[in-house]
C-alpha cells in the first residue's frame, strides 16, 4: 500500500513539472510560429503548404498550454478536495460541492478525474451512497482521537493516521515521518 500511495506523490509532482513545462514551451513555440505565420499570411509569396504546417505547430503549441492549465488546475483542485475532506472528515459529495460552490456533478467529474490520474489512490467513489471512499472505507468510520492525527505538510490534509506501519499521507502520499 505505501507503494502506490509513493507512486500517487510522484504522479502528482510529476504532472505538476509537466504542466508547467507545457505551458512555458507552449507559450514559447506560439509566439515563435505564430510571428512566423503571422509574416506567412501576409506575404504574397508564400505557399499554402508552408502556411498549413505553420497552423498545425500553433495549434498543438496552443493544446500544449490548455492541458498544462488544465492540469495545474487540477492539481490546485485536488488540495482543496484534500483539505475539505480530511478537515471534516466527511466524504459527502453534496456537502464537499456546497463547500467549494461547485455543483455535485461538478465535483463528481473532478473527483473521478482526480481518482483516474491517480492522485487519490486508495479512493472510489460510491455512486449509491453519493460519496468518496478512502481505503475501502466510509469517512465517517475513519474518525480518530487527537492523538493519532496530525497534519499533511503537502497537501494540508487533516486527520491522517500517524502509526507505525502507517508513515503516508493517505491522500498524497507524503512521508509523514
Not at 505564430?34 to 509569396?45: Q, Y
Amino acid at each position: 500500500m505505501a507503494h502506490k500511495i509513493k507512486k500517487a506523490k510522484g504522479k502528482i509532482v510529476f504532472h505538476n513539472i509537466l504542466s508547467l513545462i507545457s505551458i512555458v514551451f507552449g507559450i514559447m513555440i506560439t509566439m515563435l510560429f505564430g510571428g512566423i505565420l503571422f509574416d506567412f499570411l501576409f506575404d504574397k509569396t508564400s505557399d499554402i503548404g508552408s502556411i498549413v504546417i505553420l497552423i498545425m505547430i500553433v495549434s498543438l503549441s496552443l493544446a500544449m498550454i490548455v492541458w498544462g492549465y488544465k492540469t495545474k488546475v487540477l492539481i490546485n483542485l485536488f488540495k482543496k478536495y484534500v483539505y475539505i475532506i480530511s478537515s471534516t472528515n466527511d466524504g459527502s459529495l453534496s456537502n464537499l460541492a456546497a463547500s467549494l460552490g461547485k455543483s455535485e456533478n461538478t465535483v463528481l467529474k473532478n473527483l473521478q478525474k482526480m481518482i483516474d490520474r491517480l492522485y487519490f489512490p486508495n479512493a472510489h467513489i460510491d455512486h449509491r451512497k453519493k460519496e468518496i471512499m478512502i481505503a475501502g472505507k466510509s469517512l465517517d468510520k475513519l474518525k480518530l482521537s487527537n492523538a493519532e492525527m496530525s497534519k499533511c505538510r503537502n497537501c494540508g490534509a487533516y486527520g491522517i493516521n500517524v502509526r507505525e506501519d502507517d508513515n503516508y499521507c493517505e491522500y498524497c502520499g507524503t512521508l509523514l515521518k
